[in-house]
Protein backbone atom coordinates (compact mmCIF):
# COMPACT_ATOMS: atom_id res chain seq x y z
CA UNK A 1 0.00 0.00 0.00
CA UNK A 2 2.93 2.12 0.61
CA UNK A 3 4.78 1.59 -2.32
CA UNK A 4 1.41 2.48 -4.44
CA UNK A 5 1.24 5.91 -2.31
CA UNK A 6 4.51 6.59 -2.92
CA UNK A 7 4.75 5.51 -6.70
CA UNK A 8 1.40 7.87 -7.55
CA UNK A 9 3.38 11.35 -7.70
CA UNK A 10 6.01 9.19 -9.42
CA UNK A 11 3.18 8.64 -12.19
CA UNK A 12 1.40 12.00 -11.99
CA UNK A 13 4.82 14.11 -12.51
CA UNK A 14 5.80 11.24 -15.83
CA UNK A 15 2.17 11.83 -16.97
CA UNK A 16 3.04 15.72 -17.19
CA UNK A 17 5.89 15.73 -19.19
CA UNK A 18 4.27 14.69 -22.11
CA UNK A 19 3.55 17.16 -24.65
CA UNK A 20 0.70 16.94 -27.01
CA UNK A 21 1.92 16.14 -30.90
CA UNK A 22 2.56 18.78 -33.57
CA UNK A 23 0.16 19.09 -36.54
CA UNK A 24 1.98 17.57 -39.49
CA UNK A 25 0.19 19.41 -42.78
CA UNK A 26 -1.59 23.02 -42.55
CA UNK A 27 -4.60 22.96 -43.15
CA UNK A 28 -7.58 25.70 -44.01
CA UNK A 29 -10.00 26.58 -41.17
CA UNK A 30 -12.91 26.66 -43.67
CA UNK A 31 -11.44 23.16 -44.77
CA UNK A 32 -11.08 24.88 -48.92
CA UNK A 33 -8.48 26.59 -50.30
CA UNK A 34 -10.01 28.86 -53.53
CA UNK A 35 -6.77 29.09 -55.18
CA UNK A 36 -7.64 33.06 -55.86
CA UNK A 37 -4.58 35.09 -53.82
CA UNK A 38 -5.82 37.12 -51.02
CA UNK A 39 -3.13 39.23 -49.50
CA UNK A 40 -5.62 40.66 -46.60
CA UNK A 41 -5.64 37.67 -44.20
CA UNK A 42 -1.95 37.15 -44.06
CA UNK A 43 -0.48 41.21 -43.35
CA UNK A 44 0.57 39.67 -39.93
CA UNK A 45 3.09 37.41 -40.72
CA UNK A 46 5.34 40.63 -41.81
CA UNK A 47 8.09 40.60 -40.02
CA UNK A 48 8.26 37.04 -39.00
CA UNK A 49 11.02 34.49 -39.96
CA UNK A 50 10.16 32.74 -43.71
CA UNK A 51 10.39 29.63 -42.11
CA UNK A 52 8.92 26.81 -44.04
CA UNK A 53 5.60 26.44 -41.17
CA UNK A 54 5.09 29.95 -41.73
CA UNK A 55 5.04 30.45 -45.45
CA UNK A 56 2.98 27.46 -45.81
CA UNK A 57 0.67 29.18 -43.23
CA UNK A 58 0.77 32.30 -45.03
CA UNK A 59 -0.33 30.05 -48.29
CA UNK A 60 -2.78 28.37 -47.00
CA UNK A 61 -4.32 31.51 -45.13
CA UNK A 62 -3.86 33.59 -48.46
CA UNK A 63 -6.27 31.01 -50.51
CA UNK A 64 -3.17 30.28 -53.02
CA UNK A 65 -2.23 27.45 -54.21
CA UNK A 66 1.72 28.14 -54.65
CA UNK A 67 3.84 30.23 -53.08
CA UNK A 68 7.59 31.56 -54.28
CA UNK A 69 10.02 33.21 -51.58
CA UNK A 70 12.40 36.10 -53.36
CA UNK A 71 14.54 37.91 -51.78
CA UNK A 72 12.91 41.84 -51.59
CA UNK A 73 13.88 45.14 -52.85
CA UNK A 74 16.20 46.80 -50.33
CA UNK A 75 14.65 49.90 -50.55
CA UNK A 76 11.16 48.52 -49.77
CA UNK A 77 8.53 51.64 -48.52
CA UNK A 78 7.00 51.02 -44.92
CA UNK A 79 3.47 49.93 -46.94
CA UNK A 80 4.93 46.74 -47.74
CA UNK A 81 1.62 44.92 -47.12
CA UNK A 82 -0.46 47.28 -48.89
CA UNK A 83 -1.67 45.92 -52.45
CA UNK A 84 0.62 46.10 -55.42
CA UNK A 85 -0.55 48.82 -57.41
CA UNK A 86 -3.16 47.50 -60.11
CA UNK A 87 -4.09 44.21 -58.44
CA UNK A 88 -6.09 45.19 -55.41
CA UNK A 89 -4.45 42.50 -53.08
CA UNK A 90 -6.18 39.80 -54.97
CA UNK A 91 -5.49 37.87 -58.01
CA UNK A 92 -4.11 34.40 -59.17
CA UNK A 93 -2.75 31.35 -57.57
CA UNK A 94 0.42 32.92 -56.58
CA UNK A 95 1.70 34.55 -53.29
CA UNK A 96 4.90 35.55 -53.06
CA UNK A 97 6.94 36.30 -49.81
CA UNK A 98 9.39 38.72 -50.22
CA UNK A 99 12.45 38.02 -47.74
CA UNK A 100 14.52 40.70 -46.31
CA UNK A 101 18.44 40.30 -45.52
CA UNK A 102 18.03 38.28 -41.83
CA UNK A 103 15.33 35.96 -43.75
CA UNK A 104 12.57 37.72 -42.19
CA UNK A 105 9.22 38.51 -44.32
CA UNK A 106 9.42 42.30 -45.67
CA UNK A 107 6.68 42.28 -47.81
CA UNK A 108 3.28 39.74 -49.43
CA UNK A 109 1.78 40.22 -52.35
CA UNK A 110 -0.39 38.11 -54.94
CA UNK A 111 1.08 37.52 -58.30
Not at 73 to 97: F, I, N
Request: charged content about 15%.
Amino acid sequence: MRLAILALPACLALAGCTSAPLASSVEPIDGVVSGQCHTDMVRGAVGLAASATTVERARVDSDSTEVLVVRGQADRPGSATLPEPGTGGAGGPRLVVETGDNNAITALRCG
